[in-house]
């Protein structure tokens, strides 16, 4: 049991001793008065990074919102920036890098409504200059951190999917009601990994509620593969996707940019028709080494069989013209297990099939394209952070701050990869809670500022690599 430490003063010889307790709560109190403290010290070696790559200097020229609000540009952003990597969900959040001790580390911190205000002076114009920049930051902490981008020049993944948001207040722009009966607001990311580097968001655009999860989808997944070239994925770029995706314009996009495609096919009678060709003796056993959830099902899956066949998409001159597309079927089956009293008298299937073009072979393939839930973990991440919800009532307010908190997340990701290799995979929250919601003080001697952090913190040599890197510099 944890309880309060109680001081008691005991007499032994000459000397008067303290004693700690922890047998018997003390009376405690609370005052805040101390101006030297503050509670993320992790801030330092973040924003030091982004001196590091110009992000002000490159946020000032190109974004102008030529309006008064939009004065200061870069300060506004990087406050909202640093309150997202503290753990700000809200504007009124942003206020939380505001207390004792910061404005003695950091200048140009703008307060909460300032930082409204300036995000509801964006139009749609605006906030592609923004993502201009975010894009051209991306591009230059892969040059400051490889280890960011590791093995991408040799295999990468851009995985592409939509997540529905739910909004509250009927006065936000842009809501609407969406497949799940929700009210909501709809924002579809482009990810980059490898087998060896975890994913880094390359862009990301906010759509009405109710739009369909392809819209977009062709012109976002061109300025992707451009943008991962140029971050560094010279080899083989495969693009995967669920059966939203599984279109012809999308995948003849895919493929004049001179990348491979891993998308789940739609259930129809064409993929049906493949899947009942194939000979029974075709089908290979599978097992998986964690189990995996089907959401579909319920059930907890720890084994299945593949088989893979051929099949021509997007045959229809009408809806497709020019744009067949003859590549592999993968299909992965697995059981579906009702015990009962009776028992099983046949064994029933699920299907799930994969449209591909690369060249793996079959096991390689599939387990490949199992890879693209990790694009989940980076909703996961982004819920956690700055995404709990949207802030603004206005649509081109929350496209800004969807973009900024893009960039917090790149900018974690590269810190993480700066810091160990536990770190450059860890989750956003556990960077957060290991480095940067780290409590110090300041002290000042010599006309240098000391942090001082808790004694037996757990992860100081994690926070020191990450300072030193940072600051190798100075």
């Not at 330092?44 to 190109?62: F, K, N, S, Y």
């Not at 997944?221 to 991962?228: D, G, K, P, S, V």
């Not at 899956?301 to 051929?310: D, M, S, V």
């Not at 009962?340 to 096991?363: K, S």
Request: proline share 4%; net charge positive; aromatic share 8%.
């Amino acid at each position: 049991m944890i309880v309060l430490a109680k001081e008691t003063k005991i007499r032994e010889r000459e000397g008067i001793y303290w004693m700690r307790s922890s047998h018997t709560a003390s009376a405690v109190s609370v005052s805040f008065d101390e101006a030297n403290l503050v509670s993320c010290a992790g801030l330092v070696p973040l924003l030091r990074l982004t001196e590091t790559i110009g992000l002000a200097e490159l946020i000032t020229d190109r974004v102008d919102l030529g309006i008064p609000a939009g004065a200061n540009t870069a300060a506004k952003a990087l406050s909202i920036v640093a309150g997202m990597a503290a753990g700000a969900d809200s504007i009124d959040d942003l206020d939380l890098i505001r207390h004792s001790g910061t404005s003695r580390l950091f200048t140009g911190i703008r307060a909460p409504s300032t930082c409204g205000t300036w995000l509801r002076g964006f139009t749609h114009g605006h906030t592609r200059q923004l993502a201009s920049a975010t894009a051209e930051a991306l591009l230059r902490l892969t040059t400051r951190v490889p280890r960011l981008v590791a093995g991408t020049d040799g295999l990468a993944f851009l995985d592409i999917d939509a997540k529905i948001k739910e909004i509250y207040g009927h006065r936000k722009h842009g809501g609407g009601y969406a497949y799940t009966h929700v009210y909501s607001l709809n924002h579809l990311i482009a990810t980059l990994s490898s087998p060896i580097s975890p994913p880094v968001i390359l862009t990301a655009g906010l759509r009405k509620g109710n739009t369909d999860s392809r819209h977009g989808a062709v012109a976002m997944l061109r300025e992707a593969i451009t943008l991962a070239r140029r971050a560094g994925a010279t080899g083989m770029i495969v693009v995967r996707a669920d059966s939203a995706f599984f279109t012809g314009p999308i995948i003849t996009a895919i493929r004049d940019a001179g990348a491979y495609f891993s998308i789940t096919a739609q259930k129809n009678a064409a993929t049906q028709t493949a899947i009942n060709a194939i000979a029974e003796h075709d089908w290979q056993p599978i097992a998986y080494q964690r189990p995996i959830f089907d959401p579909a099902t319920g059930e907890w899956l720890t084994h299945g069989e593949i088989a893979e066949t051929t099949l021509t998409a997007f045959t229809n001159p009408t809806y497709n013209p020019g744009r067949a597309v003859t590549a592999r079927l993968l299909i992965r089956r697995t059981p579906h297990l009702v015990p009962d009293e009776q028992g099983e008298l046949f064994r029933v299937w699920y299907y799930h099939a994969v449209f591909t073009d690369t060249r793996f072979p079959l096991r390689t393939a599939d387990e490949h394209h199992r890879g693209h839930a990790i694009i989940e973990q980076v909703f996961a991440d982004l819920n956690d952070s700055a995404l709990a919800h949207y802030p603004s009532g206005r649509f081109a307010a929350n496209q800004a701050w969807l973009t900024l908190a893009v960039l917090t997340h790149n900018l974690l990701r590269a810190a993480g990869a700066l810091t160990s290799v536990f770190h450059a995979k860890a989750r956003t929250g556990t960077l957060r809670r290991q480095l940067i919601t780290v409590p110090a003080r300041i002290t000042r001697s010599a006309r240098r500022i000391t942090l001082r952090l808790p004694a037996g913190w757990p992860w100081q040599a994690a926070y020191q690599g990450l300072f030193a890197a940072t600051h190798r510099s100075a």
